[in-house]
């Protein structure tokens, strides 16, 4: 269980740190190893999102007739398909398409998320106990069951994909921005801003958002690594990216019918999605601990 779906369990708010200088945190997070090894890994992995199509030897839906199932060799450096296609030109230009996918869907849970969850804490009363129980109903589905039933209305497609893995993931997100936009509103300078009739546009544009952006960076990341797993569980039973589109979801489910004799059809795709979650994870319980001011009294 991640850590984000514990605060929520739990219902406590998030801590709240008085933020960090620019460069303070960046100094911060190349002191601490496991952040700079996890930056290093997503640095990598986002330059071969982005060139992977160009460093490709092959392209990835072109057919080897004569090479079908072929072992790693120096011709096809991951071996070959089931129909013959070259894993290692798929897996390249599949980190674009996997990448893109859960950063979209991301995007669309930070901001429609961040917008419930600092609205209902700063307005309050009936609103906030409708947007609240709504999330609720909606937190009692598994994520990955939400989206599924959301694809099957929209249609298979990457396009839906993404738009259904950030509708799933609103919920649980806008408890926590809720959380620690509670903390900033009970403030002295948000009570300040109020009395001196500041509109609650500008307080909460100006004032709420910009002091709890610690915590919107640390979810953030924490959750684009659920949205890669969520990305791949869905081309995985084939509601993702459709054929021939290279996906790494689509590809481990294309080699888990080859496991005994063709191990490297499922393998390579499996071990790109586990080191990028990895990373991800990492760097998001690295920034929490750095944001944390508790951690920081600890140390």
């Known amino acids: 269980m991640s850590e984000a779906s514990k605060t929520v369990q739990t219902g406590t708010a998030p ?53 079908f199932l072929e072992e790693p060799s120096s011709e096809h450096l991951l071996g070959t398909d089931a129909i013959g296609r070259d894993m290692f030109s798929r897996l390249l230009y599949g980190t674009r398409v996997t990448l893109t996918v859960a950063v979209m869907a991301v995007g669309i849970t930070l901001v429609i998320g961040t917008l419930i969850g600092v609205v209902s804490a700063y307005v309050g009363g009936f609103l906030d106990n409708l947007l609240m129980r709504i999330m609720d109903i909606l937190l009692a589905l598994p994520g990955i069951i939400l989206a599924l039933a959301i694809v099957a209305v929209l249609g298979p497609s990457q396009t839906n994909a993404m738009i259904a893995i950030g509708i799933s993931s609103i919920p649980s997100f806008a408890r926590l921005i809720r959380g620690a936009a509670l903390v900033i509103k009970s403030s002295g300078y948000v009570e300040a801003s109020r009395s001196i009739g500041t509109p609650n546009w500008w307080i909460i544009l100006f004032q709420v958002i910009p002091n709890i952006t610690n915590v919107l960076i640390v979810y953030t990341t924490l959750f684009v690594g659920g949205a890669i797993l969520d990305t791949a569980a869905l081309g995985f039973i084939g509601l993702g990216a459709q054929p021939p589109t290279p996906e790494w979801g689509t590809m481990l489910s294309e080699g888990k019918d080859y496991l005994s004799d063709a191990w490297w059809l499922a393998t390579f795709p499996g071990l790109a999605i586990t080191i990028v979650v990895f990373a991800v994870n990492i760097l998001g319980d690295a920034l929490r601990d750095i944001f944390d001011p508790r951690t920081q009294k600890r140390k």
Do not use: C
């Not at 008085?18 to 997503?42: C, D, H, V």
């Open 15 to 67: 801590a709240q740190s008085p933020g960090l200088p620019r460069f303070e945190l960046l100094e911060k997070i190349l002191k601490n190893r496991a952040a700079k090894i996890s930056l290093i890994m997503l640095f990598i992995i986002i330059v071969i999102g982005i060139v992977g199509p160009w460093l490709a030897p092959h392209d990835p839906t072109k057919t080897y007739y004569e090479s």
